[in-house]
């Protein structure tokens, strides 16, 4: 259970139009009309030590210095916990590379703050693990790339990262910590997918997302090495189903299906800028973790005169595609506007150039079928071979794996 945090408690800038009173004030404010951002993901640092082909962060990654302080980091935890933010995902890059990682986690905690670490957990030994338990920390989900170690190396380009991510999460379940499994599933380990639920089982996770790849970034760059075969996502359907009812009680299954192959969009962080933002390495307030890439929006950060409430609730970046009032047609006669929000606007930017157009997802979408058939197509005849995520711009892998 999240914690809840009273508004009326908490401490307000001078400003009585820059915080909490902003947030929860009537007559038509934002809070009546979008919602108050209930979680937030704070990517600490894009340092990794994995190279994942379809990492979410952006190809441009933000170098070491550029990165918040960690006094800066405590300031914008403070504000989160004035504006009612219930929920902070520590992520990345890696966030355990952070040395002030126990730190952050602590005064989260001291905020009343539900604190989430989302980790390739390869950087983490014991006492690390048990010093952010110590801290507060309420959850831990760990990235798994496969259920052998073979291709689990070779997907997050780390030598050994496979076994080590299995031993961390036994010791978050010695130390009681909440275990969430993050399967991030594609063309080349969608067959073992039922290997990797049953290894989640294993090893007592409480909840396994298994998310299809999302392709912005760096899986938009390796699209053709990714994309899974309609057969395969079939036969995934099929095991998620069964696993969540044989499961039941025992493992909570989340699934999420490659957009190129769905025929409504889907409600893209529960509509942008409605209840959730996340936070740069740099101190950028944005709608959802890929929204960069969407180059004709300005998003304000920070570090700059205005607080993450004002930022909020006047921003354009934030106000640009919120509600319904900016959509174009189909979608503003379409009877599912108030409940997927038209799709996602990185999307929809990604395949069409522009972020106001029709998400390319929908079935009402003019470049739907042709995004069905680029997936078919990248599927059945794309290449094996990754580019690895890394600050130079990404490393063609040498070549394919046997097998793989």
């Known amino acids: 259970m999240s914690p809840t945090v009273d508004p009326n408690s908490l401490s307000l800038r001078a400003d009585p139009q820059d915080g909490v009173a902003l947030l929860e004030g009537s007559n038509g404010s934002v809070a009546a009309r979008y919602g108050i951002p209930l979680a937030v993901l704070l990517e600490l640092t894009h340092r990794c030590p994995l190279q994942c082909p379809y990492c979410s962060n952006p190809v441009e990654m933000e170098r070491t210095s550029n990165e918040l302080t960690t006094e ?6 403070n504000e989160l916990a004035e504006i009612g933010v219930l929920q902070v995902h520590f992520s990345g890059g890696e966030p355990t590379a952070r040395k002030d990682i126990v730190e952050l986690v602590r005064h989260a905690s001291e905020l009343d703050l539900y604190t989430n670490l989302i980790t390739s957990a390869v950087l983490l030994n014991r006492d690390k693990l048990e010093a952010l338990a110590d801290a507060g920390l309420a959850h831990i989900q760990i990235s798994f790339q496969g259920s052998e170690a073979s ?30 499994v993050n399967a991030v599933m594609h063309r080349q380990n969608l067959d073992q997918l039922e290997s990797i639920i049953a290894m989640a089982v294993e090893m007592d996770a409480d909840r396994i997302e298994v998310a299809n790849v999302q392709y912005y970034g760096w899986a938009l760059k390796n699209r053709a090495a990714l994309m899974p075969t309609l057969d395969q996502l079939d036969r995934a359907t099929d095991i998620v189903e069964n696993a969540r009812v044989r499961l039941k009680g025992i493992l909570d299954i989340d699934f999420v299906i490659p957009d190129y192959y769905a025929d409504r969009p889907k409600k893209c962080m529960g509509g942008w800028g409605r209840q959730f933002f996340n936070i740069t390495p740099a101190g950028k307030v944005l709608p959802c973790h890929a929204a960069e890439t969407i180059t004709d929006l300005d998003f304000l950060s920070v570090r700059s005169n205005h607080s993450i409430a ?28 108030e409940i997927d929000f038209g799709g996602c606007r990185c999307q929809a930017f990604a395949l069409t150039g522009r972020a106001d157009n029709t998400d390319p997802a929908c079935s009402l ?25 890394n600050f130079s711009g990404g490393t063609l892998e040498a070549e394919p794996s046997d097998g793989a």
């Open 365 to 389: 979408s003019p470049l739907h079928q042709t995004i069905f058939n680029t997936a078919q197509t990248e599927a059945e005849s794309g290449s094996k071979r990754f580019i690895y995520r």
């Open 72 to 77: 800066e980091w405590k300031r914008v935890l």
């Open 151 to 180: 291709l689990a190396d070779r997907v997050g380009g780390f030598r050994n990262g496979h076994a080590k991510k299995i031993e961390v999460a036994r010791w978050a379940r010695e130390l009681e910590l909440p275990l969430t």
């Open 310 to 337: 004002w930022i909020w609730h006047n921003s354009d970046a934030f106000n640009r595609y919120r509600g319904t009032d900016w959509m174009p047609e189909p979608c503003q006669s379409c009877a599912f506007k």
